[in-house]
């Protein structure tokens, strides 16, 4: 172990100056040498009585200085044309050589942190200057000898190849070159905590900004003056790139910003109504690149848009309306529908592409099509997109869809909940799509209970549990009535000598889930559907004590077999129609009269299921007589006629209109009371807020809002404020 001692500063320091010009020329030291000159630095700083620290400062910095002042003298030998070069040479060699040396200090550095920090303690009791890590001390060393000397020329040099590039002339110095020689003022002050860009900012970046400040000017004022606006973008935008590209690489990231903030400032705010000249038409005429180009250029200019997305959503509408005043009358809820989506496809695109999905477009973009989906077709009555929407789904999920895949099926299903997303009346959606889910799970219609399935679940995930909860219960109860059903033909088996005549099969319904209206139409049943239908209620009554089974006749079907023609033909008929056949079993003509007196149907709903028959050739009229049609034909032996009485009509959209109004009443009344309860004083403005954001069903007029709140102030629940007329009290 080394001992503190007498040491010939002299003789070591002899030994340790070639050394440390060795390091600096970067020429290969001795291992042996490296810890020799280790230890000597170790003597040095620890010699008795006095170390050696000062003067070993002072020499290695004179030595520094020296050396450096030699590099200087070089530098400026050589000619201006090669300054940044040489420059940037000697600074890499400079560089790796001073952290070798800053290393072989190390233990001055440690002994030189300890003492530092000893003085911070008594700084009114030394007025010693601070000495340096070795490190620092080499830069500051190059800083003060090379770079604070040639302050008048680099710059000018590093500028003026900077506008090389930009004019694209042949450049001097390698751009490389120059980020080396940028990074050293950085490094140099890199032990300047407080201010480690000082150097950098002042020698460089601030004359850079000004030159780029005078070149930006000077270009977009000449390329206004001589290109169109298209032009002009795409040029600025190849500026904008290269000086980007530039900057990004060769400059601090500082610099980047601010030279990006002033090429906006100047290349684009300063020219806005040149740009925005254009920039409607852009939109109107659907020019895309142009589109794409003044978005780059504007999105981060505050207010920059101004009113393009007004542009942008009024062009949408005015497409969507002239959508909407061409959709074909045959199966018009398809194109509705698929017009409505083709459309949106082609401005989400548009969205996606072109604005890269900013929030200023995606917005107008929905704004726009939330208007076109809930115009109103025709004046005075409600949007028909919730009745189209729900047929077009239907017309998809039933055994008729022909023609697609399931995987073309589902692709359509889900495509079809973007036009959900914009349906305000989503309660009349969902009424309606009730009514044709019951009808297709009734009439055993549905394509799959897969597809059935999938399109409940896209629908719970936009509104909710509750939204989907109805159509789930439907499903249940079917699958129950197939056990049920099932059980009772078992039973019927063990109590009955003799099988039923026929098949026979119901499903139970419970009240509350399904959107069934009872029949208010009078009907004798056939005798032949009297025993098996009084089994099943006795079957049903014995399993579940205290239920009541109400029939909807309205709602059945069956199947007959035609055994009269040359040909046996089976038929699939609502339960009025087969009743209306079955009484032909003993008669080949029967009066009008007679048949309805009979049925005990009203006149009106009798004659449609007449005329139903007629119409597809199974009977004919001759003056008051029904004659069966003993000529009948058809190609096919499987025929269905359940559709002409079964398919949706004016009155059924009407009736689940007119029942969403009734809950949309009861709903709002207990929103209302909710929130008030919880606020307890709530102004007005505030309440319809608070109510609007609950409300996600539907879209609550002011006039339906304030009706509301009149109810439930005249049923007491609230009370307008005495202080204030717009602010309103909950009664408890």
Avoid at 281 to 291: K, Q, S, V, W
Avoid at 500 to 518: D, E, K, R, V, Y
């Amino acid at each position: 172990m080394l001992r503190p001692g007498k040491v010939n500063f002299k003789e070591k320091w002899k030994c340790l100056e070639e050394t440390v010009q060795n390091i600096l020329k970067l020429e290969p030291i001795p291992r042996d040498v490296w810890h020799a000159r280790f230890n000597d630095i170790y003597v040095m700083c620890g010699a008795f009585p006095e170390p050696h620290d000062d003067k070993l400062y002072e020499s290695t910095k004179l030595l520094l200085e020296t050396h450096v002042s030699q590099l200087l003298t070089l530098i400026q030998t050589e000619g201006t044309e090669n300054q940044l070069q040489h420059y940037c040479t000697y600074w890499q060699k400079y560089s790796k050589g001073t952290k070798l040396l800053d290393s072989l200090y190390q233990y001055f550095n440690n002994t030189n942190r300890a003492y530092s920090a000893t003085q911070s303690l008594h700084r009114s009791e030394s007025d010693e200057p601070k000495m340096m890590m070795i490190g620092e001390l080499t830069l500051d060393v190059w800083n003060r000898i090379i770079i604070i000397p040639l302050k008048d020329s680099m710059p000018k040099l590093l500028l003026d190849e900077f506008d090389k590039s930009r004019y694209k002339l042949s450049i001097t110095t390698p751009l490389d070159t120059i980020a080396v020689i940028l990074k050293s003022f950085i490094e140099v002050q890199e032990f300047n905590k407080q201010c480690p860009l000082e150097l950098y900012q002042s020698y460089f970046e601030q004359p850079f900004l000004k030159r780029s400040s005078e070149y930006f000017k000077l270009e977009s004022t000449k390329l206004s003056e001589e290109l169109t606006v298209s032009e002009y973008m795409t040029r600025v935008l190849v500026i904008m790139k290269e000086e980007g590209i530039r900057a990004n690489t060769y400059l601090h990231e500082s610099t980047y910003n601010k030279l990006q903030s002033m090429f906006r400032e100047i290349v684009v705010v300063d020219h806005l109504s040149f740009l925005h000249g254009e920039s409607e038409a852009m939109i109107r005429e659907e020019r895309l690149n142009d589109m794409h180009n003044i978005y780059l250029l504007l999105r981060n200019v505050k207010d920059g848009f101004g009113s393009l997305g007004d542009v942008f959503r009024e062009l949408i509408k005015k497409q969507g309306m002239t959508v909407l005043e061409s959709l074909k009358k045959n199966q018009i809820y398809v194109h509705f529908v698929e017009d409505i989506l083709e459309l949106h496809t082609k401005y989400k695109s548009i969205v996606a592409n072109v604005f890269n999905n900013d929030f200023y477009f995606s917005e107008a973009l929905d704004t726009a099509f939330s208007i076109i989906v809930n115009y109103k077709l025709e004046e005075n009555q409600p949007s028909k997109a919730p009745e189209y929407l729900s047929k077009y789904c239907d017309k998809l999920l039933k055994k008729s869809c022909k023609g697609l895949s399931e995987a073309e099926i589902e692709h359509k299903l889900l495509q079809s909940i973007t036009i959900f997303k914009y349906i305000n009346d989503k309660d009349i959606f969902q009424n309606i799509y009730q009514v044709h889910l019951a009808k297709r799970l009734i009439l055993q219609q549905s394509q799959s209970t897969v597809g059935e399935e999938g399109m409940i679940n896209n629908l719970k995930q936009l509104c909710g549990y509750e939204f989907a909860n109805k159509l789930h219960c439907m499903f249940t109860d079917i699958r129950i009535s197939e056990g049920l059903n099932t059980q009772f033909q078992k039973e019927i088996l063990k109590t009955t000598k003799d099988k039923l005549t026929l098949s026979f099969s119901a499903n139970i319904l419970q009240t509350g889930a399904w959107p069934m209206i009872l029949s208010t139409k009078s009907f004798a049943i056939p005798e032949q559907l009297i025993t098996c239908s009084k089994n099943f209620e006795d079957f049903y009554k014995e399993k579940f004590v205290g239920r009541k089974l109400t029939w909807l006749h309205h709602h059945s079907q069956g199947e007959l077999k035609l055994n009269y023609l040359p040909k046996m033909y089976i038929v699939t008929l609502h339960i009025f129609q087969m009743s209306i056949l079955l009484l032909f079993e003993n008669n080949d003509t029967l009066k009008y009269s007679e048949i309805n007196e009979i049925l005990q149907l009203s006149d009106d709903h009798f004659q449609k299921q007449i005329n139903s028959l007629v119409n597809c050739k199974l009977l004919s009229l001759d003056g008051d007589n029904v004659k069966l049609n003993m000529n009948f034909s058809n190609k096919r032996t499987k025929l269905c006629i359940t559709s002409a009485v079964l398919k949706d009509t004016p009155q059924e959209i009407e009736q689940s209109t007119n029942s969403v109004e009734i809950d949309r009443e009861a709903f709002l009344h207990a929103t209302i009371i909710r929130i008030m309860k919880m606020r307890k004083t709530l102004r007005h403005n505030k309440l319809v807020i608070e109510i609007i954001s609950q409300t996600k069903s539907f879209l609550p007029s002011n006039g339906f809002i304030n009706r509301s709140i009149k109810i439930l102030i005249d049923k007491g629940y609230l009370e307008c404020s005495p202080n204030l007329p717009v602010e309103y009290n909950y009664v408890a």
